[in-house]
């Protein structure tokens, strides 16, 4: 799926910046022998991301936390 966005991207002359892009495993933990590249640089993997004021967390308890707190 990378492949074929960087793809596209070349195409439409969009740059995706592997700095502000992050890996995320819901559910469960991040698989640690598993590298994902954007233009051969690395993505990171994290716990937890912020989207539009929300963050999504890996595991099902933070992220109920979180949105209690947003309630």
Known sequence: MLE???AYG???D???NPQKSQLLTI???NPVHCNLTISNKAIQWCANVKYLGIVVCNAKQNSQKHLNHVR
């Open 4 to 6: 074929i966005c960087e």
């Open 10 to 12: 070349c195409i439409r």
């Open 14 to 16: 969009i740059q995706f």
């Open 27 to 29: 559910g469960g933990n």
